[in-house]
């Protein structure tokens, strides 16, 4: 199909170590976040970045997280130095712009450090 | 700033009966409003939105939601429910970019949908 799809599904990462989560967005779509789920928390936005023909814009990274989009529809977040704290489901989503377009969803990174 | 409350952490609901799980928002400005739908190590799954006009939105699966903008709330429902129906559900809402720097979404903390057979 031709979803938002996320590698790897399952992660566990030894606490202060780097880790890289994948995202393969809608080809064509704009925008593209990363969310942060964790249990009774709801998601929180960690980053979001845009682009168009001339540019691409990236949201602000929150301290040890940071995304690089090195392709249009490929983004990766990166979080550094891990903390037990940082498990939780990393989603990915994009959009085809920023006003009228739903948001599509991957199926989420389950990120476990140990 | 804006915010999305879910008041209820789980609802329970007999097989067949109506079902409707809460969401009130808090923003500046006109809100645009979502529902998503997350099933057992699955993503979010988009149910419905609202962006303006009728005031009752429909959705997938036999879901609609209600807005109302006098009491701020943004509820959603099913006239007869079914077991699998039974999953975690999240309200959102969005605000126009003209108010914001970028399309910040905010979501509520997730209600878990229990239907009993």
């Known amino acids: 199909g031709a979803g938002v799809s996320q590698s790897p599904r399952y992660k566990v990462a030894k606490r202060g170590r780097d880790v890289a989560l994948r995202c393969d967005s809608i080809s064509g779509h704009v925008t593209l976040y990363w969310y942060r789920q964790t249990l009774g928390q709801g998601s929180e936005v960690l980053t979001y970045s845009q682009s168009d023909a001339q540019r691409d814009k990236s949201g602000r990274p929150s301290g040890r997280f940071s995304a690089e989009r090195p392709e249009r529809s490929v983004s990766t977040l990166k979080i550094q130095r891990t903390e037990q704290g940082d498990s939780a489901v990393y989603l990915c989503?994009?959009?085809?712009?920023?006003?009228?377009?739903?948001?599509?969803f991957g199926e989420g990174s389950w990120l476990t450090v140990v | 700033a804006q915010s999305v409350a879910q008041p209820e952490d789980q609802v329970n609901v007999a097989e067949g009966n109506p079902l409707t799980v809460k969401c009130t928002y808090s923003?500046?400005?006109?809100?645009?409003l979502f529902w998503y739908v997350q099933y057992p190590n699955r993503g979010l799954q988009f149910l419905l939105k609202y962006i303006t006009g009728d005031n009752l939105v429909k959705g997938s699966y036999g879901f609609e939601a209600e807005f109302n903008k006098s009491q701020t709330s943004f509820h959603l429902k099913k006239p007869s429910a079914l077991v699998s129906d039974s999953a975690l559900y999240f309200c959102a809402v969005r605000v126009p970019p003209f108010l914001m720097g970028y399309q910040k979404v905010t979501f509520g903390t997730g209600t878990k949908l229990q239907v009993i057979p």
């Open positions: 989503a994009s959009s085809f712009d920023r006003v009228l377009y739903t948001i599509y």
């Open positions: 923003v500046s400005g006109n809100p645009y």
